[in-house]
């Protein structure tokens, strides 16, 4: 069976925009990609996120800004440490909750990944729900004994330790029963295949928003030129 994916894609997508926006200073350029990534967290309807994005880097923002106009550096360098803040908080926060990190890992293996690296990632993955269910059933426990917990109490740790050794054992005999082998080949039972639509999308925003960069940056080079002539 075949399935359309558009995780590797995007995840690739997401790392090349971060790279590019860490060497081109430019606040259009910030702009555009931070609103381009809101609008798709309301298609999405991610409340959540779009209030992380909005929240979480307002002080480190502020704070960027701030340090760069105490030096008496430039305005314009200080405002596109401003934008840029934002718009990695919010690339960060679309690779977290955008990708569907099973789904990735599945890909990648299909590309030549290693089987027990990639196998060893979903076991944790898979784990977590499990583990977030002993620790609230432990606090609930001592509660009830009239002993409540706080978050740095050491219990927690060395419960979450002793679950997650259990939780390996138990997945390695589940994966040795199933007849699993890290050199033996594996025939997928999903097959999946680029999301050219979704591709095209991403292509079509990546040259938009370069284009509408550099028409704003030769404007402005054409108007210091004219400014620099009276």
């Known amino acids: 069976m075949e399935k359309q994916s558009k995780s590797l894609a995007f995840s690739l997508f997401l790392i090349l925009v971060t790279i590019e926006l860490s060497f081109v200073p430019s ?12 609008l798709y ?6 409340w959540g996120v779009i209030g992380a994005t909005m929240i979480v880097p307002l002080f480190p923002a502020i704070g960027s ?6 030096q008496g550096i430039h305005l314009e360098l200080a405002s596109v440490m401003f934008t840029r803040t934002f718009t990695f908080a919010l690339l960060g926060f679309l690779l977290a909750f955008s990708v569907d ?8 293996e299909q590309k030549g990944l290693p089987p ?23 606090k609930e426990a001592s509660q009830l004994r009239g002993r409540p917990l706080h978050f740095w109490s050491s219990l927690y740790y060395i419960k979450v330790i002793f679950t997650a050794y259990h939780l390996q054992e138990q997945y390695e ?23 050219g639509k979704a591709l095209g999308w991403m292509i079509l925003l990546f040259v938009v928003g370069n284009s509408i960069g550099w028409l704003w940056r030769e404007k402005n080079d054409i ?8």
């Open 65 to 70: 800004y701030w340090s760069i106009r105490v």
């Open 173 to 195: 005999q589940a994966m040795i029963s199933h007849g699993f082998d890290e050199k033996g080949k594996r025939t997928p039972s999903i097959i999946w295949k680029n999301d």
């Open 27 to 38: 606040n259009v350029l910030n702009i555009f990609v931070l609103v381009a990534g809101l």
């Open 116 to 138: 027990h690296f990639v196998y060893g990632l979903l076991v944790i993955i898979h784990a977590f729900p499990y583990i977030r269910r002993e620790v609230v059933q432990m």
């Open 41 to 46: 967290l309301l298609w999405k309807r991610q």
């Open 101 to 108: 990190l099973e789904e990735l890992l599945l890909v990648l």
């Open 223 to 230: 108007y210091r030129k004219s400014d620099g002539s009276f």
